[in-house]
Nanobody, 115 residues
Framework: QVQLVEFGGGLVQPGGFLRLSCAAS????????MRWYRQTPGKERELVAH???????VYADSMKGRFTISRNNANNMVYLQMNSLKPEDTAVYYC?????????WGQGTQVTVSS
């Protein structure tokens, strides 16, 4: 079955950086677009970044220049490098893919940006 497992979240000071990872299994990863979303309490989940099967990247406006999504098809991993973190980046970050019209989410990893 499809599984997405995120890790790498934690507490970081403003201006710091984190690298999130998502381990994927149960589907043909190399041909699947992947996304990172985030969600804070009381708000809808928002798209952070998208990477296509050919590694084309798309970012939400507020993340451009600070976040970088990447993938490694050899080990079925997708990453989110987050730099210059701000308190408003505090959220649970989710890995996502869509396969055969079905949505799949990881369990999420908490990122807290605070001094």
């Amino acid at each position: 079955q499809v599984q997405l497992v995120e890790f790498g979240g934690g507490l970081v000071q403003p201006g710091g950086f984190l690298r999130l990872s998502c381990a994927a299994s149960g589907f043909t990863f190399s041909s699947s677009p992947m996304r990172w979303y985030r969600q804070t309490p009381g708000k809808e989940r928002e798209l952070v970044a998208h990477i296509s099967s050919d590694s084309s990247e798309v970012y939400a406006d507020s993340m451009k220049g600070r976040f970088t999504i990447s993938r490694n098809n050899a080990n079925n991993m997708v990453y989110l490098q987050m730099n210059s973190l701000k308190p408003e980046d505090t959220a649970v970050y989710y890995c996502y893919t869509r396969i055969d019209y079905s949505d799949y989410w990881g369990q999420g990893t908490q990122v807290t940006v605070s001094s």
